[in-house]
């Protein structure tokens, strides 16, 4: 009796949503196997060559006598093509992260601007009235309502209670910072009430810590925006050094944020502070120059 059999391979288990890795998709692959009980005639009278009918018999009986499994791939889905990307280096605050400038998968070019170009931490533009929290840089796409920014502000500890960094949670952290990024004149209490935060993980580069966080802020984006539901959509990572915390935020419409939201993550994940230079001025040098 002859049993064929088809098996499919599983699929491989999806990376988590927070890993910055990025997706590969596999063919399927279906496995064939024959086998049979027969086996090869006795008869020493048989020869391939003297009959052709017995030769085809023989032949047929050798391929389902045996186990041989054969592949058959299947059509599968392609790998997505990578964003290209642009490296950022900002010498006066020493760090540095990537940025995409195409969308392949999407068939998306940005058109970025750099709308506020490095400039030392006493002479940035504040992010609230304390102007303890502050705007190095900036780039944006206003077509596609992108934002890329990184700001520098002492670490807030109302809310961090330890002086040792290693043992700050990344949510702490997380509260901290967004406690500080309000232009209106409200409590820490309040500013971190406007944002929610998804998803705060840390991670360690070179023995140091960088803590990695998702967050919505709940403030319309665009002043003829009707939906009450829309939000911005932000991705972030921070770095302490020299008793500041140096934050990238990267963010686009809620709306947008399954087209943007990988590209974006891989930015984020790129953020190096990076040894200093005689070009880098720390904070807190100088903090009555605003030139």
Not at 2 to 18: C, E, G, I, K, Y
Not at 68 to 79: F, I, K
Not at 226 to 249: I, P
């Amino acid at each position: 009796m002859v049993f064929l059999s088809l098996q499919t391979l599983p699929l491989l288990p999806t990376t988590h949503r927070n890993q910055v890795i990025p997706r590969k998709c596999r063919a399927h692959e279906r496995i064939v196997s024959c086998s049979s009980s027969s086996s090869m005639p006795q008869n020493p009278s048989l020869s391939l060559s003297s009959n052709g009918f017995c030769r085809r018999r023989v032949l047929i009986m050798l391929g389902l006598s045996s186990s041989l499994p054969l592949v058959l791939p299947s059509p599968g889905c392609h790998a997505e093509e990578e964003p290209k990307m642009a490296s950022f280096l900002d010498e006066i605050n020493a760090y540095t992260y990537m940025y995409p400038l195409e969308l392949p998968s999407e068939k998306l070019v940005l058109k970025w601007v750099e709308s506020r170009k490095p400039e030392r931490y006493s002479s940035a533009a504040p992010l609230s009235p304390d102007a303890r929290l502050r705007i190095v840089s900036e780039r944006i796409d206003i077509i596609d309502n992108l934002i890329l920014s990184v700001s520098i502000g002492p670490p807030n500890f109302e809310i961090l209670k330890s002086m040792d960094k290693k043992a700050w949670a990344a949510k702490d952290v997380a509260d901290a910072v967004l406690a500080d990024k309000s232009a209106l004149r409200v409590t820490s209490a309040q500013r971190k009430a406007e944002s929610s935060v998804l998803d705060a993980h840390s991670g360690a580069i070179d023995g140091e810590p960088y803590w990695y966080y998702e967050y919505l802020v709940r403030k319309s984006p665009t002043k003829s925006a009707l939906e009450s539901n829309l939000y911005r959509h932000y991705v972030a990572s921070t770095y302490e050094r020299d008793g500041f915390f140096y934050t990238l935020n990267a963010s686009t419409l809620s709306k947008q944020w399954d087209q943007m939201g990988p590209a974006l993550e891989k930015t984020v994940a790129s953020f190096r502070l990076l040894p200093s230079t005689e070009s880098y001025v720390p904070p807190y040098k100088d903090p009555w120059r605003f030139w």
